[in-house]
């Protein structure tokens, strides 16, 4: 995890990233947070993976009993404490999702929505497998990535970012089919359905991917134990 959004879009300036988000892009990111609301139970302990600087673990946790966030960037977690502050049962620490501290079988979920499995930029196999190792048997972990579907609304937002300063400016010669690149160096790619369901291959879970809202791919696992 790290790279450019540890250096460079952290803090305030990712969370300027979603105010400006366009009203589609609202759309698929509040479908996101309902997707997981509604396939977790409240009695449980939920992990976020990049978790930012809070986005998404405020509405959960007011759902999961215990709710804890790991991330890479030091201005995301102190932003994090702030706007998670009157949330009791949140933890956060700084810490690298493919080599994250936590004990075998911890939590009953973890999550990894908004495209982090491509956005944090590490072995996306390892980290599955890291995912796997901290979660409970028959607990469930969410990875998700854009649909194709919403790609124009994508598209209009990551030019208001650009806009705004916050990324670099577009290089449109190299983007396309669902990736962004960026001429400072910034990208985002994506993870399609049949990318999801060849790159869990061979772990010890059971899998389901489904397209929510027409606008992310779910690829959702049940851990077992290795035999």
């Avoid at 007011?62 to 030091?74: L, M």
């Avoid at 502050?85 to 956060?92: K, Q």
């Avoid at 790619?189 to 879970?205: A, D, I, N």
């Amino acid at each position: 995890m790290g790279g450019y959004y540890e250096d460079k879009l952290q803090g305030n300036r990712l969370k300027r990233c979603y105010e400006i988000a366009p009203p589609r892009i609202q759309q698929y990111l509040k479908a996101e947070i309902q997707y997981i609301v509604k396939n977790v139970r409240p009695d449980c302990q939920l992990l976020e993976l990049g978790c930012g600087y809070g986005r998404v673990l405020r509405p959960l946790a007011q759902k999961v009993a215990w709710v804890f966030g790991i991330d890479t960037s030091h201005a995301n977690l102190k932003l994090a404490r702030t706007v998670l502050e009157d949330r009791h049962a949140c933890h956060l620490v700084r810490m690298d999702a493919v080599k994250m501290g936590f004990s075998d079988g911890r939590f009953d979920y973890v999550i990894c929505i908004q495209n982090g499995i491509s956005a944090f930029h590490v072995d996306q196999r390892t980290l599955v497998r890291e995912s796997i190792r901290v979660t409970k048997e028959h607990g469930l972990i969410f990875f998700s990535s854009y649909s194709t579907k919403v790609w124009p609304a994508r598209l209009q937002w990551f030019e208001a970012q650009a806009k705004a300063g916050l990324v670099g400016e577009i290089d449109w010669q190299r983007t396309g089919e669902g990736n962004i690149v960026c001429k400072d160096g910034f990208t985002a790619t994506t993870v399609s359905q049949e990318g999801f369901t060849r790159l869990v291959r061979g772990f010890p879970v059971d899998v389901r991917i489904e397209e929510v809202d027409e606008s992310s791919i779910f690829c959702v696992l049940t851990a077992h134990k290795a035999t």
